[in-house]
């Protein structure tokens, strides 16, 4: 029986059939897991893996299909994706192509909103101190928002009711739809390379969050933010937030409160004008009156119907400052006598001859202490010198001999205080009180 033939296949052909098998089982799956070893290439590719309690799928989202993600992927976040099983052949690992990517729990466009918001809130774009003045009475405004659009009319009427003299210069843009943030972002630019306008109005009408979406990028944020011309956000309705609200110089619920809050209503202000220009005539009419009372007391007074009393007034006050002048003058000539005649006291004291006939009178005391004591000391001196030669003379030899005693020496010197070393013949050197005399010894007992 013949040997039935085996089917061997190679590496390449082997994942071609595993790869033909998940396209046909898998073409179109959704799965849901945590993202999970996320990594995005040079070329704008983004991989990552989706993990449960017990398995782990690679996937790969691609740049055509990563654009249409509005929200940021991040490790850890719990997602939805759309797409086919495939496999990758240098690996031989089988992977999910996401074409569609959906966050868990809430929508992708609330979730990218909060992360833009997160990440221009801790940059400072928020911060109020950043926040330019919008000035009072602007001449000339510029308007950012789509001519197609209910919000520029809801804009112009309102301005042309309140003050129909401002000049208006209208930048039409997309404000929805692929490519409006763009649109509004240079828009932006514009106006400010222009810079002939006092005030920026950006804004449309109200829709859903997906119409609202182009204030919710990040480049009209950055636009709005590095505007030197304080912008006004005016995007929806009132409860509608956007991240340009967050950014803008002043938001408004709407376009048409936007028009009102930065346009005065003319009416009003020429009433208060009116009003304040009563005030200021009633005012002045009242300083005059014023005034005209107090002119009216002055000629009423003596002074203007006996003017020569003006001058014998002055002529007493003049006496009386002489008066004065006189009295201090005579005070400050006594106090300054004063100060000379005790400069000249302390003057005697300080004079040279006095100090020197003081000096004299202390080195003649001095000299005088210095010779008694002088005299004191040599006496004591010589009362010491007299005793000290009194007991030297008490213990004299000579003091000795003069009472008949005698001393012998040997012709060296050595005296002999005995017999022992003493030889018949040898030669000896006496000394009595009054001299000395030589002698030979010619006995010893």
């Known amino acids: 029986m013949q040997q039935e033939r085996k089917k061997i296949y190679t590496v390449a ?31 704008g590719h ?48 089988y992977q999910l192509i996401v074409e569609k990517l959906e966050p868990q729990g809430v929508g992708a466009l609330q979730l990218a909103f909060e992360q833009l918001k997160k990440k221009l809130e801790k940059e400072g ?9 919008i000035p009072f009475l602007p001449d000339r405004i510029g308007i950012v928002t789509s001519l197609a659009g209910k919000a520029i009319r809801d804009i112009l009427k309102v301005i042309g009711e ?16 692929e490519g409006a943030a763009e649109e509004i972002a240079e828009a932006i630019r514009q106006f400010n390379t222009f810079g002939k306008v006092n005030v920026l109005l950006v804004g449309r009408g109200g829709g859903s969050i997906e119409d609202l979406w182009a204030f919710n990028e990040e480049v009209v944020a950055r636009a709005i933010f590095a505007s030197a011309i304080p912008v006004v956000s005016c995007v929806g309705h009132e409860l509608d937030y956007t991240i340009a609200d967050f950014v803008a110089d002043l ?47 002055q000629k009423e007074n003596v002074v203007f119907r006996q003017p020569e009393r003006l001058f014998l007034m002055q002529e007493q006050h003049l006496d009386e400052l002489v008066a004065t002048l006189r009295e201090g003058l005579s005070r400050w000539v006594q106090m300054q006598s004063e100060r000379i005649q005790l400069a000249r006291a302390n003057l005697r004291h300080l004079s040279p001859r ?19 004591k002088r005299e004191s000391f040599f006496k004591e001196v010589e009362n010491r010198f007299a005793m000290q030669i009194e007991k030297l003379e008490s ?4 003091k ?15 005296t002999l205080r005995g017999t022992k070393g003493l030889s018949i013949g040898d030669r000896v050197k006496t000394r009595l009180s009054d001299g000395t005399f030589t002698s030979r010894v010619e006995d010893i007992e």
């Open 400 to 414: 000795v001999l003069r009472r008949g005693y005698s001393m012998t020496a040997l012709p060296e010197g050595k």
């Open 395 to 398: 213990l004299s030899p000579l």
């Open 46 to 93: 983004t991989y990552f893996s989706l993990k449960d309690e017990s398995a782990l799928l690679k996937c790969a989202l691609f740049f055509g299909s990563g654009r249409s993600v509005k929200f940021k992927l991040e490790n850890g976040l719990k997602v939805l994706c759309f797409g086919a099983i495939t496999t990758y052949a240098p690996r031989g690992e």
């Open 162 to 177: 309140r003050f129909p003299e401002s000049h208006i210069f209208i930048r039409d843009v997309r404000v929805q739809g």
């Open 125 to 133: 774009l928020f911060e109020a101190r950043y926040k330019k003045p």
């Open 354 to 372: 006095e100090l020197m006939f003081k000096r004299e009178n202390t080195f003649k005391q001095l000299l005088q202490n210095l010779t008694g």
């Open 251 to 297: 938001r408004c619920g709407t376009p048409s409160m936007a028009a009102e809050r930065v346009v005065p209503d003319k009416e009003e202000l020429l009433a208060q004008i009116k009003e304040n220009t009563a005030r200021l005539r009633g005012a002045l009419i009242e300083k005059v009156t014023l005034l005209s009372e107090r002119l009216r007391a």
């Open 13 to 43: 052909e082997i994942t071609r059939e595993i790869e033909s098998l998940l396209k046909g089982a898998f073409p179109e799956v959704w799965v849901e897991g945590e993202v999970t070893n996320l990594t995005r290439s040079a070329k």
